[in-house]
């Protein structure tokens, strides 16, 4: 393969530090980013690594012209990596505005506009990859790791709880504009989208004539969830539903899908395992289980 030039975002320390240093030692190219990076990353500066300023809270506009001006120290970026992000512990009752709004803003407004000023180069040159660093923890339910599957541990003993219903297709409003405005006013303006939007319009626009859930029967089956009634009688209090055979199938296909791919790149997984660290912890998997094993409601409704 070719030299690639890479673009990383959150590389002022941790794992974006590495990866910088790892992509060089492997003979690409890096424009390593960060919150004054060109001060506290001015040693790496070289030949194949270039250190550029940028905080991706900035607007969209500023980060635009960053990445514009990046592109010209090496001629192209071929790999972008969402990689700057931020983790706090809180419960959510207790989770000010203002910590919401930064995580929202460094974790997904950030890579959402660092893809969106790197997206025209990459049209331009039709070729690129776009890399999300996310977390596997993303898939467990630990208490204060927030939303819905943790805040349920996070508040069980306080006799509360809290669900996901994941409806499917229904014959529903959900899909009218609040503001009445134009269902399609928002098609790309850019060409080589506007196929593929226009195939996804014609399957998923407005409603399907043969809907799979039947929208008179959600209520009951949300309402026996919650009372532990009808269906629900003598079952444990579950943390997610799936409502409708379309949601059913769509969620145990990309269950299945996951634990194949899970099992294909396992060699992968475990090639960056410390020595010795195979086991995972009880503590960890006990946590972050969704399955109620008691058995026992809440002491409270």
């Known amino acids: 393969m070719s030299t690639l030039v890479w673009l990383v975002t959150g590389c002022t320390s941790g794992a974006g530090l590495g990866l910088v240093k790892a992509i060089a ?7 390593a ?77 950030g890579a959402i506009k660092a893809t969106q000023a790197v997206l025209p180069h990459m049209r331009a040159a039709k070729k690129g990859t776009i ?53 399609f006013a928002h098609m790309p303006q850019v060409p080589e989208y506007g196929e593929l939007f226009a195939r996804t319009l014609g399957r998923g626009a407005g409603v399907p004539p043969k809907m799979s859930g039947d929208i008179n029967k959600l209520p009951d089956a949300i309402i026996d969830v919650i009372r532990g009634e009808g269906l629900a009688k003598g079952r444990p209090f579950p943390v997610r539903v799936a409502l409708g055979p379309d949601s059913l199938d769509v969620i145990r296909q990309k269950c299945n899908e996951q634990l194949s791919l899970l099992d294909e ?33 809440p002491t409270k409704l």
């Open 33 to 109: 980013t960060g919150r004054n990076a060109s001060t506290r990353l001015a040693d790496l500066k070289s030949d194949s690594i270039a250190v550029v300023d940028l905080d991706i809270t900035q607007p969209l506009d500023e980060i635009k012209q960053i990445v514009s001006d990046a592109v010209a120290i090496f001629g192209r970026i071929d790999v972008l990596v969402n990689n700057a992000g931020m983790s706090r512990l809180s419960t959510l009752e207790e989770a000010s505005e203002a910590l919401l709004k930064k995580l929202f803003e460094v974790n997904l407004f």
């Open 265 to 297: 790149w396992e060699d992968v997984s475990l090639s960056v395992m410390a020595e010795g660290k195979r086991e995972t912890s009880r503590w960890l998997l006990d946590g972050s289980s969704i399955l109620n094993k008691s058995g026992q409601p």
């Open 131 to 183: 890399v999300f660093i996310g977390a596997g923890l993303g898939w467990v339910s630990l208490p204060f790791f927030m939303f819905a599957e943790g805040l349920n541990n996070e508040i069980s003993p306080q006799g509360l709880r809290s669900i996901i219903f994941e409806p499917g297709g229904f014959d529903s409003n959900l899909a009218s504009s609040r503001d009445k405005d134009d269902p």
């Open 25 to 31: 030692a492997r003979g690409d190219k890096v424009i």
